[in-house]
Protein backbone atom coordinates (compact mmCIF):
# COMPACT_ATOMS: atom_id res chain seq x y z
CA UNK A 1 0.00 0.00 0.00
CA UNK A 2 1.16 3.29 -0.78
CA UNK A 3 0.80 7.04 -1.06
CA UNK A 4 3.19 9.35 -1.28
CA UNK A 5 3.93 12.79 -2.05
CA UNK A 6 6.64 14.79 -2.99
CA UNK A 7 6.52 18.91 -3.24
CA UNK A 8 8.66 19.46 -5.96
CA UNK A 9 10.54 23.20 -6.08
CA UNK A 10 12.06 25.29 -8.45
CA UNK A 11 15.62 26.46 -7.99
CA UNK A 12 15.67 29.88 -6.62
CA UNK A 13 16.93 32.84 -8.81
CA UNK A 14 17.49 35.02 -5.89
CA UNK A 15 19.07 34.30 -2.09
CA UNK A 16 15.54 35.61 -0.93
CA UNK A 17 13.79 33.06 -2.86
CA UNK A 18 15.72 30.60 -2.09
CA UNK A 19 15.30 30.97 1.60
CA UNK A 20 11.83 30.99 1.42
CA UNK A 21 11.62 27.89 -0.28
CA UNK A 22 13.74 26.23 2.17
CA UNK A 23 11.12 26.86 4.80
CA UNK A 24 8.49 25.91 2.96
CA UNK A 25 10.01 22.86 1.87
CA UNK A 26 12.13 21.82 4.67
CA UNK A 27 12.76 18.77 4.08
CA UNK A 28 14.01 19.28 0.23
CA UNK A 29 16.87 21.15 1.85
CA UNK A 30 18.06 19.04 4.41
CA UNK A 31 20.78 16.19 4.22
CA UNK A 32 19.44 12.55 3.71
CA UNK A 33 17.70 10.90 5.70
CA UNK A 34 19.56 8.20 8.05
CA UNK A 35 16.51 6.34 9.03
CA UNK A 36 13.17 6.30 8.43
CA UNK A 37 10.04 5.55 10.30
CA UNK A 38 7.42 3.09 9.07
CA UNK A 39 3.89 2.75 10.96
CA UNK A 40 2.22 -1.03 10.60
CA UNK A 41 -0.73 -3.05 12.72
CA UNK A 42 2.05 -4.77 14.56
CA UNK A 43 2.77 -8.43 15.21
CA UNK A 44 4.54 -10.47 12.83
CA UNK A 45 3.71 -8.20 9.62
CA UNK A 46 7.16 -6.20 10.96
CA UNK A 47 9.04 -9.09 11.26
CA UNK A 48 8.14 -9.78 7.23
CA UNK A 49 8.19 -6.74 6.25
CA UNK A 50 11.59 -6.41 7.77
CA UNK A 51 12.92 -9.13 6.00
CA UNK A 52 11.54 -8.63 2.58
CA UNK A 53 11.82 -5.08 2.12
CA UNK A 54 13.45 -3.13 5.19
CA UNK A 55 16.94 -5.21 5.32
CA UNK A 56 17.44 -5.14 2.06
CA UNK A 57 17.17 -1.59 1.67
CA UNK A 58 19.42 -0.88 4.37
CA UNK A 59 22.10 -2.47 2.68
CA UNK A 60 21.88 -0.99 -0.45
CA UNK A 61 20.72 2.42 1.09
CA UNK A 62 22.33 2.72 4.70
CA UNK A 63 19.51 4.27 5.36
CA UNK A 64 17.85 2.01 8.37
CA UNK A 65 13.92 1.29 8.45
CA UNK A 66 12.03 1.20 11.78
CA UNK A 67 8.88 0.00 12.76
CA UNK A 68 6.05 1.27 14.88
CA UNK A 69 3.80 -1.04 15.56
CA UNK A 70 1.29 1.12 17.15
CA UNK A 71 -1.46 0.88 13.98
CA UNK A 72 -1.56 4.35 11.91
CA UNK A 73 -4.85 5.06 12.00
CA UNK A 74 -7.02 7.75 10.52
CA UNK A 75 -7.26 9.59 13.35
CA UNK A 76 -3.83 9.29 14.47
CA UNK A 77 -2.26 10.32 11.38
CA UNK A 78 -4.22 13.35 10.72
CA UNK A 79 -3.52 14.64 14.43
CA UNK A 80 0.35 14.59 13.83
CA UNK A 81 -0.16 16.44 10.64
CA UNK A 82 -2.41 19.15 12.25
CA UNK A 83 -0.14 19.43 15.61
CA UNK A 84 3.11 19.53 13.06
CA UNK A 85 4.22 16.79 15.05
CA UNK A 86 4.75 14.07 12.47
CA UNK A 87 7.03 10.57 13.78
CA UNK A 88 5.76 8.46 10.65
CA UNK A 89 7.25 8.61 7.09
CA UNK A 90 5.09 5.61 6.02
CA UNK A 91 2.12 4.71 6.51
CA UNK A 92 0.19 1.05 5.99
CA UNK A 93 -2.78 1.42 5.66
CA UNK A 94 -6.83 0.58 3.93
CA UNK A 95 -7.40 2.35 0.80
CA UNK A 96 -10.73 4.31 1.78
CA UNK A 97 -8.26 5.67 4.75
CA UNK A 98 -6.10 7.03 1.65
CA UNK A 99 -8.41 8.56 0.05
CA UNK A 100 -9.82 10.16 2.66
CA UNK A 101 -6.62 11.29 3.91
CA UNK A 102 -5.97 12.85 0.99
CA UNK A 103 -9.55 14.66 0.83
CA UNK A 104 -8.31 16.63 4.50
CA UNK A 105 -4.94 17.30 2.61
CA UNK A 106 -2.65 15.47 5.24
CA UNK A 107 -0.93 13.19 2.63
CA UNK A 108 2.04 14.57 0.37
CA UNK A 109 1.62 13.64 -3.27
CA UNK A 110 3.24 10.46 -4.36
CA UNK A 111 6.59 11.32 -6.16
CA UNK A 112 5.95 9.27 -9.33
CA UNK A 113 9.67 10.07 -10.77
CA UNK A 114 10.58 7.68 -8.67
CA UNK A 115 8.16 5.81 -7.71
CA UNK A 116 6.98 3.88 -10.95
CA UNK A 117 3.17 4.23 -11.97
CA UNK A 118 3.21 1.48 -14.07
CA UNK A 119 4.58 -0.70 -11.52
CA UNK A 120 1.48 -0.57 -10.01
CA UNK A 121 -1.91 -2.73 -10.32
CA UNK A 122 -4.09 0.39 -12.66
CA UNK A 123 -6.34 0.65 -10.09
CA UNK A 124 -3.82 0.85 -6.92
CA UNK A 125 -1.65 3.84 -7.57
CA UNK A 126 -3.57 7.08 -6.82
CA UNK A 127 -2.44 10.62 -6.19
CA UNK A 128 -2.00 10.27 -2.50
CA UNK A 129 -1.28 6.54 -1.97
CA UNK A 130 -0.23 3.64 -4.05
CA UNK A 131 -0.11 -0.30 -3.31
CA UNK A 132 2.50 -1.99 -2.08
CA UNK A 133 0.69 -5.39 -1.05
CA UNK A 134 -2.68 -7.00 -2.25
CA UNK A 135 -5.31 -9.28 -0.26
CA UNK A 136 -8.29 -10.53 -0.71
CA UNK A 137 -11.57 -10.82 1.44
CA UNK A 138 -12.60 -14.53 0.69
CA UNK A 139 -14.97 -17.08 1.64
CA UNK A 140 -13.24 -19.99 3.95
CA UNK A 141 -15.08 -22.75 5.52
CA UNK A 142 -15.12 -25.94 7.75
CA UNK A 143 -14.22 -28.51 5.42
CA UNK A 144 -15.83 -31.57 7.79
CA UNK A 145 -18.77 -29.35 8.37
CA UNK A 146 -19.93 -30.02 4.61
CA UNK A 147 -18.88 -33.14 3.62
CA UNK A 148 -21.31 -33.64 0.70
CA UNK A 149 -21.52 -30.26 -1.28
CA UNK A 150 -19.18 -27.04 0.52
CA UNK A 151 -20.16 -23.56 -0.07
CA UNK A 152 -18.19 -21.29 -2.86
CA UNK A 153 -20.56 -18.53 -2.98
CA UNK A 154 -21.66 -16.19 -1.02
CA UNK A 155 -24.91 -17.00 -2.00
CA UNK A 156 -24.38 -19.94 0.24
CA UNK A 157 -23.05 -18.21 2.59
CA UNK A 158 -26.31 -16.64 3.58
CA UNK A 159 -27.50 -20.32 2.89
CA UNK A 160 -28.65 -21.44 6.47
CA UNK A 161 -30.68 -24.29 5.77
CA UNK A 162 -28.62 -25.98 3.24
CA UNK A 163 -25.28 -24.83 4.69
CA UNK A 164 -26.05 -24.66 8.88
CA UNK A 165 -23.86 -23.24 11.16
CA UNK A 166 -22.73 -20.07 12.30
CA UNK A 167 -20.91 -17.73 10.38
CA UNK A 168 -18.79 -14.97 10.62
CA UNK A 169 -17.77 -11.26 8.80
CA UNK A 170 -15.37 -8.28 10.29
CA UNK A 171 -16.71 -6.25 12.37
CA UNK A 172 -15.75 -3.17 10.39
CA UNK A 173 -17.79 -4.52 7.31
CA UNK A 174 -15.40 -4.35 4.23
CA UNK A 175 -15.87 -7.69 2.76
CA UNK A 176 -19.23 -8.44 4.14
CA UNK A 177 -21.17 -5.98 2.83
CA UNK A 178 -20.06 -6.62 -0.97
CA UNK A 179 -20.38 -10.45 -0.02
CA UNK A 180 -24.19 -9.52 0.94
CA UNK A 181 -24.45 -7.83 -2.27
CA UNK A 182 -23.22 -10.43 -4.39
CA UNK A 183 -25.74 -12.88 -2.73
CA UNK A 184 -28.50 -10.41 -3.52
CA UNK A 185 -27.10 -10.96 -7.20
CA UNK A 186 -24.88 -8.33 -8.00
CA UNK A 187 -22.41 -9.07 -10.49
CA UNK A 188 -19.20 -9.24 -9.59
CA UNK A 189 -18.10 -5.96 -11.81
CA UNK A 190 -21.30 -4.40 -10.63
CA UNK A 191 -21.14 -4.65 -6.84
CA UNK A 192 -20.59 -0.75 -6.54
CA UNK A 193 -22.52 1.38 -5.23
CA UNK A 194 -23.95 -0.77 -2.50
CA UNK A 195 -27.24 -0.27 -1.29
CA UNK A 196 -26.40 0.15 2.40
CA UNK A 197 -29.91 -0.93 3.73
CA UNK A 198 -29.95 -3.59 1.47
CA UNK A 199 -26.41 -5.27 2.69
CA UNK A 200 -27.60 -4.80 6.50
CA UNK A 201 -30.98 -6.16 5.91
CA UNK A 202 -29.62 -9.20 4.05
CA UNK A 203 -26.78 -9.56 6.51
CA UNK A 204 -29.79 -9.33 9.12
CA UNK A 205 -31.04 -12.72 7.80
CA UNK A 206 -28.58 -14.83 9.30
CA UNK A 207 -30.11 -13.88 12.52
CA UNK A 208 -28.13 -15.37 15.39
CA UNK A 209 -26.03 -17.61 13.38
CA UNK A 210 -23.98 -14.44 11.93
CA UNK A 211 -20.73 -12.93 14.21
CA UNK A 212 -18.29 -10.56 13.73
CA UNK A 213 -14.27 -11.49 14.22
CA UNK A 214 -12.09 -8.22 15.35
CA UNK A 215 -8.63 -9.71 14.12
CA UNK A 216 -6.75 -12.50 12.01
CA UNK A 217 -6.08 -14.03 14.94
CA UNK A 218 -9.90 -13.94 16.14
CA UNK A 219 -11.37 -15.82 13.39
CA UNK A 220 -8.55 -18.03 13.00
CA UNK A 221 -9.42 -19.35 16.82
CA UNK A 222 -13.12 -19.58 16.15
CA UNK A 223 -12.61 -21.52 12.93
CA UNK A 224 -10.19 -24.21 14.39
CA UNK A 225 -12.48 -24.30 17.65
CA UNK A 226 -15.60 -24.92 15.71
CA UNK A 227 -17.34 -21.36 16.78
CA UNK A 228 -18.08 -20.71 13.89
CA UNK A 229 -18.36 -22.64 10.37
CA UNK A 230 -17.48 -20.27 7.42
CA UNK A 231 -16.05 -16.92 7.68
CA UNK A 232 -16.01 -13.82 5.25
CA UNK A 233 -12.06 -12.85 6.16
CA UNK A 234 -8.36 -12.18 4.55
CA UNK A 235 -7.30 -15.32 2.22
CA UNK A 236 -3.18 -14.73 3.75
CA UNK A 237 -5.23 -15.68 6.87
CA UNK A 238 -7.04 -18.37 4.80
CA UNK A 239 -4.32 -20.02 3.41
CA UNK A 240 -2.42 -20.25 6.34
CA UNK A 241 -5.07 -22.06 8.17
CA UNK A 242 -5.55 -24.16 5.18
CA UNK A 243 -1.93 -25.17 5.75
CA UNK A 244 -1.35 -25.82 9.19
CA UNK A 245 -4.88 -27.54 9.52
CA UNK A 246 -4.06 -29.87 7.15
CA UNK A 247 -7.25 -28.90 5.04
CA UNK A 248 -9.82 -28.77 7.77
CA UNK A 249 -10.15 -25.16 6.66
CA UNK A 250 -10.99 -24.82 2.92
CA UNK A 251 -11.35 -21.51 1.33
CA UNK A 252 -11.93 -19.95 -2.63
CA UNK A 253 -10.85 -17.30 -4.53
CA UNK A 254 -14.54 -17.34 -5.94
CA UNK A 255 -16.67 -14.04 -5.71
CA UNK A 256 -13.73 -12.84 -3.41
CA UNK A 257 -12.74 -8.60 -2.79
CA UNK A 258 -9.14 -7.64 -3.60
CA UNK A 259 -8.02 -4.90 -1.97
CA UNK A 260 -5.15 -3.24 -1.88
CA UNK A 261 -2.25 -2.42 0.99
CA UNK A 262 -2.15 0.80 0.52
CA UNK A 263 1.31 2.88 1.52
CA UNK A 264 1.05 7.04 2.42
CA UNK A 265 3.15 9.46 3.56
CA UNK A 266 2.43 11.71 5.60
CA UNK A 267 2.60 15.68 4.96
CA UNK A 268 5.98 16.65 7.10
CA UNK A 269 7.52 13.39 7.61
CA UNK A 270 10.61 13.70 9.11
CA UNK A 271 12.56 11.67 6.62
CA UNK A 272 11.79 13.60 3.71
CA UNK A 273 12.07 12.46 0.43
CA UNK A 274 14.01 9.33 1.71
CA UNK A 275 10.20 8.02 1.95
CA UNK A 276 9.74 7.62 -1.68
CA UNK A 277 13.21 5.79 -2.28
CA UNK A 278 12.19 3.42 -0.31
CA UNK A 279 8.30 3.38 -1.91
CA UNK A 280 11.06 2.49 -5.30
CA UNK A 281 12.63 -0.65 -3.71
CA UNK A 282 9.40 -2.37 -2.24
CA UNK A 283 8.66 -1.90 -6.61
CA UNK A 284 10.82 -4.22 -6.82
CA UNK A 285 9.74 -7.51 -7.84
CA UNK A 286 11.97 -10.19 -5.87
CA UNK A 287 10.71 -7.90 -3.01
CA UNK A 288 7.18 -8.42 -3.66
CA UNK A 289 8.00 -12.28 -4.25
CA UNK A 290 9.91 -12.71 -0.65
CA UNK A 291 6.72 -10.81 0.97
CA UNK A 292 4.32 -13.40 -0.68
CA UNK A 293 6.20 -15.87 0.60
CA UNK A 294 6.79 -15.08 3.93
CA UNK A 295 3.23 -13.38 4.84
CA UNK A 296 1.02 -14.87 1.64
CA UNK A 297 -0.47 -11.33 0.47
CA UNK A 298 -0.22 -10.58 -3.41
CA UNK A 299 2.04 -8.13 -5.04
CA UNK A 300 1.00 -4.76 -6.43
CA UNK A 301 3.77 -5.20 -9.15
CA UNK A 302 2.51 -6.88 -12.61
CA UNK A 303 5.95 -8.06 -12.96
CA UNK A 304 5.96 -9.38 -9.09
CA UNK A 305 2.51 -11.81 -10.52
CA UNK A 306 4.29 -12.70 -13.94
CA UNK A 307 7.35 -13.84 -11.49
CA UNK A 308 5.67 -15.41 -8.98
CA UNK A 309 6.92 -19.11 -7.98
CA UNK A 310 3.85 -21.73 -9.52
CA UNK A 311 3.83 -23.08 -6.32
CA UNK A 312 3.07 -19.90 -4.52
CA UNK A 313 0.20 -18.96 -7.38
CA UNK A 314 -2.75 -20.97 -5.87
CA UNK A 315 -2.69 -18.16 -3.03
CA UNK A 316 -1.54 -15.14 -4.92
CA UNK A 317 -5.10 -13.28 -5.55
CA UNK A 318 -3.60 -11.48 -8.35
CA UNK A 319 -3.26 -14.47 -10.92
CA UNK A 320 -5.16 -14.14 -13.71
CA UNK A 321 -7.09 -17.56 -13.05
CA UNK A 322 -7.72 -15.73 -9.39
CA UNK A 323 -8.20 -12.29 -10.06
CA UNK A 324 -10.93 -12.91 -12.80
CA UNK A 325 -13.35 -14.67 -10.15
CA UNK A 326 -12.98 -11.73 -8.47
CA UNK A 327 -14.47 -8.40 -7.62
CA UNK A 328 -12.56 -5.25 -7.02
CA UNK A 329 -12.57 -2.78 -3.70
CA UNK A 330 -13.80 0.48 -4.70
CA UNK A 331 -11.79 2.82 -2.33
CA UNK A 332 -13.66 5.89 -3.56
CA UNK A 333 -17.29 4.40 -2.11
CA UNK A 334 -15.62 3.20 1.28
CA UNK A 335 -14.46 7.05 1.47
CA UNK A 336 -17.51 8.42 1.07
CA UNK A 337 -19.77 6.02 2.75
CA UNK A 338 -17.96 4.20 5.40
CA UNK A 339 -19.72 6.09 8.55
CA UNK A 340 -23.30 5.28 7.65
CA UNK A 341 -22.06 1.84 6.52
CA UNK A 342 -20.57 1.58 9.92
CA UNK A 343 -23.37 3.27 11.75
CA UNK A 344 -26.23 1.09 10.04
CA UNK A 345 -24.47 -2.45 10.68
CA UNK A 346 -23.31 -1.56 14.55
CA UNK A 347 -26.85 -0.69 14.92
CA UNK A 348 -28.08 -4.02 13.36
CA UNK A 349 -25.60 -5.69 15.39
CA UNK A 350 -26.84 -4.63 18.81
CA UNK A 351 -30.28 -5.18 17.88
CA UNK A 352 -29.46 -9.20 16.93
Known sequence: MATYSRRSFLTAAGAASSAALVHAYPHEAKAAATELMVATWGGEEIKDLTAA???????????????????????????????????????????????????????????????????????????????????????????????????????????RRTFPGRRAVWRWMIGGFEAAAMAAGAPRDQVYPIDIETAVAKLATLGDDLTVWESGDHVRQMLLDGSINMACMWHSRAAQLGAESDGKVAWTFEEGLLCPGMWVVPKKNPGGNAAFDFLAAMQQPKRQLELTRLRGVGPSNPAATAAMPESLRPIDPTQPQNLQQQAIISSTWWAENYDKARLKFQDQLERM
Open 53 to 159: FAKPFTNETGTRVLFDGAGPSEGKIKAMVDQSQVDWDLCDVDGYVAVRLANAGVLSIIDYKKVKREQVMEPFALEHAIAGYTYSFVLAYNAAAYPQRPPLSWKDFFD
